[in-house]
């Protein structure tokens, strides 16, 4: 109990102390910053090639950490987060936050590679006993370390003058801008100090946990959780909410399972939202609102006139309908089918976030519930294929209702963050949940997808099935979004306040647009577990709903072909290019960050703007002008 | 139905220390146009929030067609038939003109997203028959030849129009806008003008926010003007043309002195 109790305050500690990397950022910018955790893995990582490659002491090689991860941050924050600050709405700067989460690690993999790291502890494993328990020195050490950082950071903002900048950036930037305060420092310096504080947790948590290059997604969740138990945006409250979560998941842990701790804290989470949207200790409500303020972002329209449209995509599916019989695309015929499989589920996603500006991080764990739902029905209980699928698509608009029903009333990105939370959950409990699911190692014996009596068992029959189904898909959103569900859905996507004002129920829409998202990620991760005829939890986890969100910003969200290109290019190039893999993950993250600076319409976008002006410019050429018809409406 | 459409009855607004709306009554009658004018600040956009409620008020209570509007959201009143405006326009991005209209025609659908999805015949109708009437207004508007360029290229004054044809599509009993001729020339004002009094031969009552007194002053059946959040004069135009407060206030003498 004691020994508990003492673990969760370590633990909590540590979350403490990334809670107040978050609560710092999101004072000084209003957004929450995803990449947090990553920067606990590099300062870790760091440290073990100071100390115990290059040989330095571990004080020096301590020190040596802190500062190269906090430069890398700096420098990190000044090429990507703050100029991306004034531009990007708030719900796209968390996704790019998450696309700097990515990066981060996509860069440890390359250095480090994917094997556990483990740091000795400062002062020799031997525990010390006091009153009858046996303490690891360590714990001495990150008690200490977080005493010292909060201390420090407390001097820092209430009793100098750079302190009291960066809280005037946090009331309001833009008066503090024209008092003289140099903002884009201040959120510079507010991101770097965040790194440095992940760093120093990293450091000294990483002799009793061991950490890889994938750890910064726990420990971005584990802080953000933390946060928001204790009240967005509140110093103490992070601490609060720091080290109630710690204690919460050692109980978990010690008297259920391990397996579930990530589930209590998930848990906590909702039910902090719930009856304590601020938190413990929050400072009201969010800065910024939850619609994505396009305002800022002048985007103009990018679509493809009906009759070019119609032929185009013809020739696509004509084009994939052949492709199977030419015989030359054998060898990458399972990928064609990972693409339109995954390509079901950008689309859902796309009518969350493109359409409705609704941001979520879950999309995989939506996948999980419809994969395994129809793999366990068909393994266990010998159902039929489609009656798993169809009990997935149930149980899948179930879990989002009630998640929209969570975060309906609330302000901010509550939505996106519950998602994410939300993936965790499903995460740990099918990691946890070993008899029904197989557990980290995965469900095996899955059966071919049966229709009928047909069974799809050859990837060439996979590949029509998938393909019809796309197509099929594409075909109702198409009807929907060209009609006023669609116009509805951009409207509310634009300004909430004006499509309120117009007698649009706005929770109802979001709250379609977020079942529709669920039902298709549903779709297509029953398909992934009939695909494969195996499914394992990180075919579904929170990577993957990262990727996914990637793959549609780079392709280009609201629009129907947007999730194609995306799905396309990331899902095929890593293909053709094997011996590159290392570093599919950087590159994702890399091409996440660089579409929102360089590219936001994505890559479709991009294109279908650049044809667009090559035709302008040939009917000019022609002294004809573009033709404006009743059919060129879309 | 008779009686006035809106009767406003003591309402206050405070912000913290600030008394935006103090003890405000006033009505306004079916089927006119009701001006409400007074200098920067005093508290008109502020009225429109209370009354869309934006912010629940203070003190007092909003009836509209004699029903109570206390604790109903801005969506709810929107359904009930009161339709308004922004004073800085918020017309969608990302959207063209006409889909800007379109969506305006929201409340009019009938057909399920089902239906929209398989575009079944339901389906086209609704937006058949959406589309006719979005273009019949836009011309009447004057807006017909931007009708496929994105909302946000328009000039400011058209986007002020724009949103005025976007709140007649909701077919409302009661319209408010908030200073719609607003960046509008000479000429787009007399066209506003002129689209104004049609709407109100219609039969739609139309309560507006403006500074354009030529304008007010020439179409208005009923003019209410507020000064630091009081009604310091109500009447038809020509009354309020010669009452000495109003002029008070508009030379920049303390209003707040003809409030107490
Ligand atoms: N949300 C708010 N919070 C605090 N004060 C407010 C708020 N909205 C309005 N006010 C204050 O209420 C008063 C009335 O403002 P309002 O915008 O209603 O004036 P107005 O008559 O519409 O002026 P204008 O002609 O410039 O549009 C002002 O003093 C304003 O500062
Ligand atoms: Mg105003």
């Known amino acids: 109990m004691a020994a508990t109790i003492i673990g969760g305050l370590l633990q909590g500690g540590v979350f403490a102390l990334l809670a107040l990397g978050f609560a710092l950022v999101y004072r000084v910018t209003g957004v929450v910053n995803l990449c947090q955790g990553a920067f606990c893995v590099l300062g870790a990582l760091s440290m073990y090639t100071l100390e115990q490659t290059l040989g330095w002491p571990a004080a020096l090689a301590a020190t040596g950490a802190v500062v190269l991860t906090t430069l890398f941050g700096a420098l990190l924050g000044l090429a990507t987060f703050v100029p991306a600050l004034n531009r990007l709405p708030n719900s796209s700067m968390l996704m790019l936050t998450a696309g700097l989460l990515t990066l981060v690690e996509g860069l440890v993999l390359i250095f480090w590679g994917s094997q556990p790291f483990n740091l000795p502890a400062f002062s020799g494993e031997a525990p010390v006993q006091i009153f009858g328990l046996r303490v690891a020195t360590q714990a001495f050490w990150i008690v200490g370390v977080v005493a010292v950082v909060v201390c420090l950071l407390w ?16 009331e309001n930037p833009m008066a503090a801008r024209l008092m003289g305060i140099n903002v884009t420092l201040m959120s510079t310096l507010s991101f770097s100090l965040a790194a440095m504080i992940g760093a120093i947790g990293g450091i000294v948590l990483a002799p009793i ?17 933390a946060v928001a138990i204790g009240g967005m945006g509140s110093f103490v409250g992070a601490i609060v ?13 010690g008297y259920i399972s391990s397996l579930f701790s990530n589930g209590i804290a998930v848990i906590l989470l909702l039910v902090a939202l719930m009856f304590r949207p601020n938190g413990l ?10 619609v994505r303020d396009e305002q800022q972002v002048h985007l103009g329209i990018v679509r493809i006139q009906n009759g070019p449209a119609v032929t185009l995509s013809t020739a696509i599916v004509l084009l994939l309908a052949v492709l199977p019989w030419t015989g030359w695309f054998d060898s990458i015929l399972p990928s064609l089918i990972i693409t339109g499989i995954l390509f079901i589920g950008v689309l859902g996603l796309d009518v969350l976030m493109g359409f409705a500006g609704q941001v979520s991080l879950g999309q995989g764990a939506f996948m999980a519930i419809g994969g395994y739902a129809a793999a366990i029905l068909a393994v266990q209980y010998d159902w039929p294929p489609l009656m798993g699928v169809l009990a997935g698509i149930v149980l ?11 975060t309906m009333r609330l302000r901010g990105i509550y939505l996106a963050l519950a998602t994410l939370a939300f993936a965790m959950l499903v995460d740990s409990l099918i990691t946890g949940w070993m008899d029904l699911t197989g557990g980290p190692s995965g469900l095996v014996g899955i059966p071919a997808l049966s229709v009928g ?6 990837p060439f029959s996979m590949y029509y099935l998938v393909l019809a189904l796309g197509v099929v898909l594409v075909l109702l959103l198409t009807g929907l979004m060209r009609s006023s569900f669609g116009r509805a859905l951009k409207a509310i996507r634009a300004d909430q306040l004006a499509a309120a004002a117009l007698d649009i129920n706005i929770g109802r829409y979001k709250m379609a647009a977020f079942a529709i998202s669920a039902v298709f990620a549903s779709i297509s991760g029953s398909l992934f577990a009939f695909n494969f005829h195996y499914l394992a939890p990180d075919m579904v986890g929170i990577p993957r709903s990262l990727e996914m969100v990637t793959m549609l910003v780079v392709g280009g969200e609201g629009m129907l072909v947007g999730p194609l290109v995306g799905v396309a290019l990331l899902t095929l190039l890593p293909e053709v290019f094997q011996p590159l893999a290392l570093y599919k993950t950087l590159a994702e993250g890399i091409l996440l960050v660089m579409t929102f600076q360089y590219c936001p319409a994505g890559l479709a976008g991009l294109t279908i703007k650049q044809l667009h002006d090559v035709f302008e410019w040939f009917a000019a050429r022609k002294h004809i002008s573009p033709r404006i018809t009743q059919e060129d409406l879309r | 139905m008779i009686g006035p459409a809106l009767v406003v009855a003591n309402i206050s607004k405070r912000f913290g220390g600030v008394t935006a709306i103090s003890d405000v009554s006033f009505e306004v009658p079916r089927g006119c146009l009701t001006a409400l004018i007074g200098p920067n600040g005093a508290g008109k956009t502020t009225l429109f929030n209370l009354v869309t409620n934006l912010f629940p008020w203070t003190s007092g209570d909003i009836l509209f067609n004699g029903a109570s509007l206390k604790g109903s959201s801005s969506r709810q009143i929107a359904a009930l038939g009161l339709t308004r405006t922004f004073q800085t326009a918020r017309v969608f991005p990302r959207m063209t003109v006409l889909e800007n209209v379109l969506v305006g025609g929201h409340r009019h659908v009938r057909s399920h997203p089902i239906a929209q999805a398989l575009w079944l015949p339901s389906a086209r109708r609704d937006e058949m028959q959406l589309q006719a009437r979005a273009e019949e207004f836009l011309e009447l508007a004057g807006l017909t030849r931007y009708c496929h360029e994105p909302a946000t290229d328009l000039p400011m004054g058209s986007q002020k129009m724009l949103e005025v044809v976007r709140a007649l599509m909701t077919t409302p009993q009661l319209l408010l806008l908030d200073e719609p001729a607003a960046g509008l020339n000479d000429s787009e004002t007399a066209e506003l003008a002129a689209l104004l009094c049609a709407i109100r031969d219609c039969g739609v009552t139309i309560m507006l926010v403006e500074h354009n007194m030529s304008l007010v002053m020439s179409i208005a ?7 630091v959040g009081c009604i310091i004069a109500s009447g038809n135009p020509k009354e309020i043309r010669r009452d000495s407060r109003v002029i008070a206030a508009y030379m920049g003498n303390d209003g707040g002195q003809t409030c107490a």
């Open chain 1, 155 to 170: 001097y820092l903002l209430t009793r100098t003058m750079i302190g009291k900048q960066l809280r005037a950036c946090a």
């Open chain 1, 209 to 225: 946990t061991s950490l890889q290059f994938d750890s910064g997604t726990f420990f971005t969740i584990s802080g953000f959780i």
């Open chain 1, 241 to 253: 909410g720091g080290l109630i979560l710690g204690v919460a998941e050692q109980f978990a842990a």
């Open chain 1, 281 to 290: 200790f929050g400072v009201g409500g969010s800065r910024r609102v939850d």
């Open chain 1, 396 to 406: 899948s608009l179930a879990c989002s209702m009630g998640l929209s029903l969570v």
């Open chain 1, 453 to 458: 009596g047909y069974d799809f068992a050859t």
């Open chain 2, 221 to 227: 059946d009923q003019v209410i003007v507020l000064d």
